[in-house]
């Protein structure tokens, strides 16, 4: 049996910084995480971070990622700041959930691919996730899947995203999708007084599992649809089923053709410096995560008069279904609270226009002031 207490579990504030892991942890106070645990099973080969932003609203939510870092310096750093991301994250999808994330460091895939990733790992993993008893609540990220959920599963009772054979709600997809167009939906009421996008021009770049839910969306509401991806079987699937759809050469004939809403719907990092210029579209709402290359993408957003729907708000379906996993899933149940996208992404506009601000920071003051208020303070 391994022994699955923390290698480190330590309280208090982390953010950033090189250095040795305990660096990374100690050398910063902006991120104010409540525990990180270090994980390590020599048998299984092991090694994983597991950071507790804020639990402040309830048990830490958030998936567990699966990657080969340069370092695990940079393995810390990315669950800090992905655990805080998570804290936000619930707060505005109104989740009685604080914000954690796990990294599992080292290739994803499996050992008989030449990665690390077996059963005996994943096993091992799920011990250290019910070693917090409850204090941590994972799920897919990057690198893991349903599959390997439903193995981390029977070590606790914490695991979600599970297979809907052991007890799980399977992909998220359906409703990250419905959720990203409630985001859509809520951006044309702010701009142009009407609740839909019927007649409008709406660019989605990635139509894979997200992308394609959206499409579907989107084609019902009455919206005129071009897309692009980099896959031609993704573009293909969704002409076949909506043959009404255009489609661009490449991501750059998308955004700099007329549009009036883009979505980025398929790598983080998609408004650039580059890219940011060259917008039509007088709406960003997408799914990808991570849309802003840097902090000053927003305010060159703004200068533009272009209205960006913050992407951690609008995504927020996946995440709210996995909630709901804990309590028995259930579709209609799930489908109601994503639904409520809609009047969160209302009140960030509204709140970013009457105080001055970019809607991400607007989101930001609103997740910070409800989990203050659960805290007392």
Known sequence: MTDVRPTVSVDGPAVSHAGNPLSVLFQSDQGGHEQVVLCQDRESGLKAVIALHSTALGPALGGTRFHAYASDEEAVLDALNLARGMSYKNALAGLDHGGGKAVIIG???????????????????????ASLGGRYVTACDVGTYVADMDVVARENRWTTGRSPENGGAGDSSVLTAFGVFQGMRASAQHL????????????????????????AHLVEDGADVVITDVRSESIDRVRTTYPQVTVADSTSALITGELDVYAPCALGGALDDVSVPALTAKVVCGAANNQLAHPGVEKDLADRGVLYAPDYVVNAGGVIQVADELHGFDFDRAKAKATKIYDTTLAIFDRAQSEGIPPAEAADRIAEQRMAEARGH
Request: hydrophobic share 35%; proline share 4%; no cysteine.
């Open 107 to 129: 290739d994803p895939a499996s050992t008989e691919q030449g990665g690390i990733k077996s059963e005996e790992l994943l096993l091992a993993y799920g011990r250290f996730v």
């Open 192 to 215: 142009w007084g009407t609740p839909t996008l019927r007649g409008r021009r709406v660019g989605v770049a990635g139509v894979g599992k997200v992308g394609h839910h959206l499409v």
